[in-house]
């Protein structure tokens, strides 16, 4: 099965390694994957900020770099396959882009959603020993509607006690600009996460998106609490 990636822009800048441990489990599993290295972003931070000229213009150029594939597309990130699936269709609807969008919104998978639901793999034969728990991204739970797929997979980790947490569908604060404009807030909204997760007894949160680890990160690091954070592709990448 031949797969494209999308590998969101600050997959590519900030944590190239997860794209490669996504690559690593495709190609465990007979996926032949394919990289258009002239992607770019899908324009979500621009869209978000209310500049949608300016995201059309991006989104244009996403929809040009993969219209000329029939493969499925997948990517490391609920919120931007959530983006794309959902709101391209605000920017392209009655314009030259209307067929390319849809055709494009039935390819896009993120990447849990389409180890279990596609290939219908749950065991990747990962292994990582500690207590971990799991954070809902919103883009990856109320955009794409994955919830049990990411917890699937983890249940299947040999040596990982997978327990949830309170607050495990409670936004996390990032939002991208939402963090920079409303700082407390998002503070206090790391901060509950952050708590939750102790409370539960983890080691180790993890999540289907890095843009949220990111900010949960932080505010451990800051903070100096006894938390890490993983992205769910490096958790399954662990171990073999």
Not at 159 to 188: N, Q
Not at 197 to 212: E, F, H, P, Y
Request: glycine share 8%.
């Amino acid at each position: 099965m031949k797969v494209d990636l999308f590998i969101p822009c600050f997959v590519d800048q900030l944590f190239p390694e997860t794209g490669f441990n996504m690559v690593k489990v495709l190609e465990k599993f007979n996926c032949e994957v394919q990289y258009n290295n002239q992607q770019t972003c899908c324009g979500q931070p621009a869209f978000n900020s209310g500049y949608w000229d300016e995201a059309k213009a991006i989104g244009r150029k996403f929809l040009k770099d993969f219209s000329g594939t029939d493969h499925y597309i997948v990517a490391p990130s609920g919120s931007c396959t959530g983006y794309v699936r959902n709101y391209y269709q605000k920017l392209f609807e009655n314009s030259a882009e209307h067929n390319d969008y849809k055709k494009v919104k039935v390819q896009l998978f993120e990447f849990t959603e389409f180890l279990v639901n596609v290939l219908h793999v749950t065991d990747v034969g990962a292994s990582l020993h500690t207590r971990a728990t799991y954070h809902d991204g919103c883009g990856t739970l109320r955009e794409c509607g994955v919830k049990q797929q990411p917890r699937q997979l983890l249940e299947q980790v040999k040596g990982l006690e997978l327990t949830e947490m309170k607050e495990c569908e409670t936004c996390c604060g990032f939002g991208g600009a939402f963090a920079v404009k409303y700082e407390p807030i998002s503070t206090g909204m790391a901060y509950t996460k952050v708590q939750s997760a102790v409370a539960a007894g983890a080691q180790c949160l993890i999540s289907t998106d890095l843009s949220c680890l990111m900010h949960i990160d932080t505010y451990i690091r800051k903070h100096n609490v006894d938390l890490k954070t993983m992205h769910i592709a490096d958790v399954l990448a662990s171990g073999w």
